[in-house]
């Protein structure tokens, strides 16, 4: 869980550029509280956050709570890659993304 926190300036050349549970997919949920994930960089997927799933697609979660994800860029999912998100009262904008999905999932958004 990160709550109050700013998540900013980070990247990388593979998946994640703020956040990643990319070592271990499916293994953990990620809740994101009154947080900012900005300005970061995945040149793969979720520039500022990249929760997988298992092999099956299931097993992580992603939450984000009044939480601000915005101008972060990825070749897929810009601001958001994650196999199952539920989102609430956010901002989730001004994303950028080289080929689709400013924020990306297999499964369907709740």
């Known amino acids: 869980m ?3 926190c700013l998540i900013a300036g980070n990247r990388t050349a593979g998946f994640g550029g703020g956040i990643s549970n990319r070592r ?5 949920n990620v809740t994101l509280i009154r947080s900012a994930v ?3 960089v995945a040149v793969r997927q ?12 299931a ?7 009044n939480s601000t994800i915005r101008l972060n860029q990825a070749g ?3 601001g958001i890659r994650a196999e199952i998100a539920i989102l609430a009262n956010c901002n989730v ?3 950028a993304v080289a080929v689709e999905g400013a924020a ?4 369907p958004w709740r």
């Open 2 to 4: 990160v709550t109050d």
């Open 24 to 28: 271990a997919p499916g293994t953990g």
């Open 38 to 40: 900005t300005t970061n």
């Open 46 to 57: 979720g520039g500022g956050v990249y929760v997988a799933g298992d092999g099956d697609g």
């Open 59 to 65: 097993g992580s979660l992603l939450k984000v709570n």
């Open 76 to 78: 897929t999912g810009g």
């Open 93 to 95: 904008n001004r994303n």
């Open 104 to 107: 990306s999932s297999p499964a």
